[in-house]
């Protein structure tokens, strides 16, 4: 093989190994930062991985929250209203929208006892969601607006 030729040969080789690394370094730092959701359906039915961090939602199941009386730990559990939940443990302050019947997102990861440990709970609102402090303002404008 001519010296040139192999040199050319070389230098592609090298191009292309270096470029497939990178792709391989890219796409396992995508991988880790993945953060899949899963509804109440998947984690009741064993398609939720055990043990990786994942984000998982449904509705705060009414008569389901346990709060211990010496901690911050909570229990609950999480429900889609059509037959599939499943329980989440939590150490921590909750959101100020939390309640039974609420919609919730948590992050964490499935415990092998099929227990959400979450990490993070955050209390979903709906679109007339008004935060208090804007309560009494909106409320006189209302006001306003009749009787004129």
Do not use: C, W
């Amino acid at each position: 093989m001519h010296p040139k030729r192999r040199s050319r040969l070389m230098t592609v080789a090298f191009v292309l190994t270096g470029a497939a690394a990178a792709v391989a370094l890219m796409l396992r730092a995508a991988n880790e930062n993945l953060n899949l959701f899963y509804p109440p359906d998947r984690v009741a039915g064993g398609a939720a991985p055990v043990g990786v961090g994942i984000r998982a939602g449904g509705m705060v199941l009414e008569g389901s929250v346990r709060r211990a009386a010496d901690s911050l730990d909570v229990a609950f559990v999480l429900t889609d209203r059509q037959g599939s939940d499943f329980r989440v443990a939590y150490s921590g302050i909750l959101p100020d929208l939390f309640r039974e019947g609420q919609g919730i997102l948590v992050r964490g990861q499935l415990g092998v006892d099929g227990v959400f440990q979450a990490e993070e709970v955050l209390a979903k609102h709906d679109e007339t969601y008004m935060p208090p402090e804007l309560m009494p303002l909106a409320q006189g404008a209302a006001g306003q607006g009749k009787g004129g």
